[in-house]
């Protein structure tokens, strides 16, 4: 998701609404209650526009208007008084501007606009065995399945390379000599592969443009503030256009693995560094 809410209104009412409700409902983000009412509400007016006649049907779908984790937080009863009060402040608003405030109140989360992985870990000790990985235009980010809490996030420059097979996700952050490995069992590493690929070629495209119309790349700042080793400057070009042509050449089916133990993309930090020096 790269575009900002309500920029395209049709398109914020026709996709990216209905992208973001199911992320919503199955409890992804971090998200405080008195924003889970508004959520709550706004979804009751999407459904039901000006009908107040399922007012009294609300205890019994709540799980369809509010995130299975947060279900518990009131009775039922409460839930439908607080959502009735929200529904009643945003009184005249149409279907298509509840979903476009809706798709507001999301947007200011982190983990807004991205695509979730439960994943086994086992590699870190410091993080739960089992994780909730977020990929958006941040990077990588690693969540408590619990909390929500975001554990840390890996941005695109410092993640050198990747692979993934039928059954896993491995990924090296830093130099590919002493840089750390998250090795995950997953069945949708592919997915992960092609959004790591389609993010860091996006990022290489804009700063190529940004630097050929002579702005200066618009890419992600360095993490460490060093200047790279006359190694990686020489290695960069070549991992540019590996990332770039492994974006290309995929077109994976749907529902289709990729062939086990197939590095993607590697260097794809220095790649990135290169592009901003330029």
Not at 193 to 207: A, E, F, N
């Amino acid at each position: 998701f790269l575009q900002n809410v309500g920029q395209d209104p049709n398109a914020d009412c026709i996709f990216h609404f209905h992208q973001e409700l199911p992320k919503y409902l199955r409890g992804y983000h971090r998200i405080p209650k008195s924003d889970c009412v508004a959520l709550a509400a706004l979804h009751y007016r999407v459904r039901f526009g000006d009908d107040k006649s399922n007012f009294s049907s609300i205890p019994q779908i709540l799980e369809e208007l509010v995130p299975n984790d947060m279900v518990g937080e009131f009775q039922p009863e409460e839930w439908k008084k607080q959502i009735v009060a929200a529904y009643n402040k945003n009184a005249g608003k149409s279907r298509g501007e509840a979903k476009i405030s809706f798709l507001r109140i999301i947007s200011r989360f982190p983990t807004f606009g991205s695509a979730f992985f439960e994943v086994k870990q086992t590699t870190e000790a410091k993080f739960p065995e089992i994780l909730l990985i977020a990929i958006n235009k941040n990077g990588v980010n690693l969540i408590d399945l619990d909390s929500k809490s975001i554990l840390t996030t890996y941005p695109f420059t410092k993640i050198s390379n990747w692979s993934s097979g039928t059954t896993y996700f491995h990924m090296t952050i830093g130099n590919l000599v002493r840089g750390s490995k998250l090795l995950c069992e997953t069945t949708l590493g592919y997915k992960m592969d092609d959004l790591l690929t389609s993010y860091i070629s996006l990022m290489l495209q804009t700063m190529n443009k940004a630097r050929a119309a002579g702005g200066g790349p618009q890419g992600a700042p360095s993490q460490s503030g060093k200047a790279p080793a006359p190694a990686a400057a020489s290695a960069a070009p070549a991992a540019a256009g590996k990332a770039a042509g492994a974006a290309k050449s995929k077109q994976p089916a749907a529902g289709a693995g990729k062939p086990a133990g197939k590095p993607r993309s590697a260097f794809a930090g220095k790649a990135l560094a290169a592009a901003k020096r330029k």
